[in-house]
């Protein structure tokens, strides 16, 4: 099983500033099956990045995914003060099982 | 547009059986390509995959829940039924049902709103 290791657990930053959020595997991703998914409070997850680097259907732009093997980013060049939620990483390169990261929360400065 | 909505009891008591149903609407499990997975997440807690069940009737399951887990599916009704096995506190969660990438793998690009179990005597 593919451990996915989020960091750091909590990252305060202030609108308009740059987030970058870390997603380590225990093991390469075959493929580069990486996904991203942002959660806000009462909410389902919402995708944002598959393939490690594609963009979901609706996302803007300020967000981007990258990395491969066992080292991945998502990076929100400007934040937005929707963009403060919890963000997870979630491997389907290597199944069963599909695992997820235990999430990174991103929160007001 | 694609929608999934669970349905289920709120409150299961312990070693009793759950069984959760997905209604989606917006695409057919019988189209190649196609899958319906179930995730849960406990109060305050990371995301956890259970299971997929892919168009042509493939199933996955999580092999720490393996032996509690079955997926179905009837096309013909739009709807997916997850069946997990001697409940437990511990699975006190949000059970959420999604839908596949597609041919781009399994993650999942439209999600229910969740439905909130608990498990208590």
């Known amino acids: 099983e593919i451990v996915l290791t989020q960091s750091p657990g909590t990252l305060s930053l202030s609108p308009g500033e740059r987030a970058t959020l870390s997603c380590r595997a225990s093991?390469?991703?075959?493929?580069?099956?990486l996904a991203w998914y942002q959660q806000k409070p009462g909410q389902a997850p919402r995708l944002l990045i598959y393939g490690a680097s594609s963009r979901a259907t609706g996302v803007p732009d300020r967000f981007s995914g990258s990395g491969s093997g066992t080292d991945f980013t998502l990076t929100i060049s400007r934040l937005e003060p929707e963009d403060f939620a919890v963000y997870y990483c979630?491997?389907?390169?290597?199944?069963?099982?599909?695992?997820f990261g235990g999430g990174t929360k991103l929160e007001i400065k | 547009q694609i929608t999934l909505k669970e349905s289920g009891p709120t409150l299961v008591k312990p070693t009793q059986t759950l069984t959760l149903t997905c209604t989606f609407s917006?695409?057919?499990?019988?189209?190649?390509?196609?899958?319906v997975g179930w995730i849960r997440q406990p109060p305050g807690k990371a995301l956890e995959w259970l299971a997929l069940?892919?168009?042509?009737?493939?199933?996955r399951y999580s092999p720490s829940l393996n032996n509690r887990l079955t997926i179905t599916k009837d096309t013909s009704k739009n709807q997916v039924v997850l069946i997990m096995a001697n409940m437990d506190p511990v699975d006190t969660a949000t059970y959420y049902c999604a839908h596949r990438l597609g041919w781009f793998g399994d993650a999942f690009d439209i999600w229910g709103q969740g439905t909130t179990v608990t498990v208590s005597s």
């Open positions: 069940i892919y168009w042509d009737d493939d199933k």
């Open positions: 917006g695409f057919s499990l019988s189209t190649s390509g196609v899958g």
């Open positions: 093991q390469s991703i075959s493929s580069t099956y």
């Open positions: 979630q491997q389907y390169g290597n199944s069963p099982p599909l695992t």
